[in-house]
C-alpha cells in the first residue's frame, strides 16, 4: 500500500511540476477530430456519469485537484462559462484526480462550483486521455470528438475557452 501511495504522490508531484511547465504563453489550438474516449466515474451525489450519454452537447472536460494552485484560480472561471452556455447545450465535468475526493470536497465547500464533479481516484481516466499536466482541459464537440486541448491554466485563458466552446455550439451535428 506504501508503494501505492508513492507512486500516486510521486503522479501528482510530476503533474504539478509538468504543468507551471507546461502552462506557456497561449492555450493550444484546434486538434484534428478524434473521438473523446468514453468513460464512466462516480458524480459527487454518488451516481454514475458517462461521457457518451453527453453525445449532442459540447463538453469541456477539466482535470484539476485541490492541490493545484491554476485549477482553483480557473474553477468558477469555468463555472461561469458552464452558467452563460448551459442552455444552448454546454456542460463542464470537473474530474478531480485525487485519491481521497475529501480533498475535493473540502476545496469544493471554499469554491463551490454548480458543474458536475466526477472522482478519478484511480486516475484510469487520467491516464486515457495522457494527462500530464495540471489542469487539463479538453473540449469536447457534439459529436464526441476531441477538438480542443489545454494543458496548464494562465489567466485570460477562459477567454479562449469561451471562444472554442462558442464555435462548437454553433457547428451542426
Same mark, same amino acid.
Given at each position: 500500500?506504501?508503494?501505492?501511495? *508513492?507512486?500516486?504522490?510521486? +503522479?501528482?508531484? #510530476?503533474?504539478?511540476? @509538468?504543468?507551471?511547465?507546461?502552462?506557456?504563453?497561449?492555450?493550444?489550438?484546434?486538434?484534428?477530430?478524434?473521438?473523446?474516449?468514453? @468513460?464512466?466515474?462516480?458524480?459527487?451525489?454518488?451516481?454514475?456519469?458517462?461521457?457518451?450519454?453527453?453525445?449532442?452537447?459540447?463538453?469541456?472536460?477539466? @482535470?484539476?485537484?485541490?492541490? %493545484?494552485?491554476? %485549477?482553483?484560480?480557473?474553477?468558477?472561471?469555468?463555472?461561469?462559462?458552464?452558467?452563460?452556455?448551459?442552455?444552448?447545450?454546454?456542460?463542464?465535468?470537473?474530474?478531480?484526480?485525487?485519491?481521497?475526493? #475529501?480533498?475535493?470536497?473540502?476545496?469544493?465547500?471554499?469554491?463551490?462550483?454548480? @458543474?458536475?464533479?466526477?472522482?478519478?481516484?484511480?486516475?484510469?481516466? *487520467?491516464?486515457?486521455?495522457?494527462?500530464?499536466?495540471?489542469?487539463?482541459?479538453?473540449?469536447?464537440?457534439?459529436?464526441?470528438?476531441?477538438?480542443?486541448?489545454?494543458?496548464?491554466?494562465?489567466?485570460? +485563458?477562459?477567454?479562449? +475557452?469561451?471562444?472554442?466552446?462558442?464555435?462548437?455550439?454553433?457547428?451542426?451535428?
Amino acid at each position: 500500500m506504501n508503494t501505492l501511495r *508513492s507512486y500516486s504522490y510521486i +503522479y501528482r508531484l #510530476a503533474l504539478l511540476l @509538468f504543468g507551471l511547465y507546461a502552462a506557456g504563453p497561449a492555450p493550444a489550438a484546434e486538434q484534428p477530430p478524434e473521438a473523446a474516449p468514453d @468513460f464512466t466515474l462516480k458524480s459527487g451525489g454518488g451516481e454514475n456519469l458517462k461521457l457518451s450519454e453527453l453525445r449532442g452537447q459540447v463538453v469541456l472536460i477539466n @482535470f484539476w485537484a485541490s492541490w %493545484c494552485g491554476p %485549477c482553483r484560480k480557473e474553477m468558477p472561471l469555468l463555472d461561469q462559462l458552464y452558467q452563460q452556455y448551459k442552455p444552448l447545450g454546454f456542460t463542464v465535468l470537473g474530474v478531480n484526480v485525487e485519491e481521497d475526493p #475529501a480533498q475535493a470536497r473540502t476545496l469544493l465547500s471554499k469554491v463551490p462550483v454548480s @458543474f458536475p464533479i466526477v472522482f478519478d481516484g484511480a486516475n484510469s481516466v *487520467s491516464k486515457l486521455y495522457n494527462v500530464i499536466a495540471m489542469p487539463t482541459t479538453v473540449i469536447v464537440d457534439r459529436n464526441g470528438n476531441m477538438r480542443y486541448l489545454h494543458k496548464g491554466y494562465m489567466p485570460g +485563458y477562459e477567454d479562449t +475557452y469561451q471562444q472554442q466552446v462558442r464555435a462548437l455550439l454553433t457547428e451542426r451535428m
